[in-house]
């Protein structure tokens, strides 16, 4: 019997397949960014989709938030909650030898890699003045659940999967224009050919 898998997944965060999990203001397409599923069947990676930790938390009108609003424990154990089912699905792939790369959203606080907002200005009335709105400080940090996500899978004994950011959150999604989306593309298709 053939069988053409090709023990390739990429476990990928929620938005990148459903734009309509974003919070308000931050979808850049009507509903997947098609650039990136376009890259991973190109490379023959099958796809795992992440929950979204925000919108089963704080629901599909949640505000704006920061790394440091997300950073309790309450939600911590939430996003070990969902990363479970995709701990056992990680242990059957690495079983079986499959190369896992997992892609998150850098500039969110849930699902960044690499780079998640931060802001002490950022609580108390759900207002932000317009020049406040975009002045988040992105730090070196993996988003809340990405962190949880990853701690779990050392306490799982896991190999650590190849881990891609990619920099969806890091500009007002009104201004968000083709050049970014083809820079984005680029060095995820470098990442992926590594």
């Known amino acids: 019997m053939k069988d053409f898998r090709s023990k390739k997944v990429a476990i ?14 931050f ?12 890259l991973l069947y190109e490379y023959n990676y099958g796809i795992l989709q992440l929950p979204c930790p925000e919108t089963l938390f704080a629901g599909a009108r949640r505000w704006w938030q920061v790394r440091d ?13 969902l990363a479970k089912p995709i701990i056992t699905m990680l242990k059957e792939y690495q079983k079986e030898g499959y190369d896992v790369v997992l892609i998150g959203v850098d500039g969110s606080p849930s699902c960044g890699i690499n780079l998640s907002p ?5 609580g108390g009335p759900p207002t932000l003045r317009d020049e406040d709105a975009w002045n988040a400080e992105m730090v070196n940090k993996p988003g809340i659940f990405m962190e949880v996500l990853m701690e779990e899978i050392k306490k799982a004994g896991l190999k650590e999967p190849k881990v891609i950011g990619v920099g969806l959150d890091l500009k007002d999604a009104e201004h968000w224009n083709s050049e970014e989306i083809t820079n984005i593309i680029a060095e995820l298709k470098e990442k992926l050919s590594k």
């Open 69 to 81: 609003q997300y950073d309790t424990e309450g939600y911590r154990e939430h996003c070990r909650m």
């Open 27 to 38: 979808a850049n397409n009507k509903g997947m960014v098609k650039e990136i599923v376009d």
């Open 118 to 122: 931060t802001s002490k200005k950022w």
């Open 12 to 25: 990928v965060a929620n938005c990148i397949l459903n734009q309509n999990s974003k919070v308000i203001g």
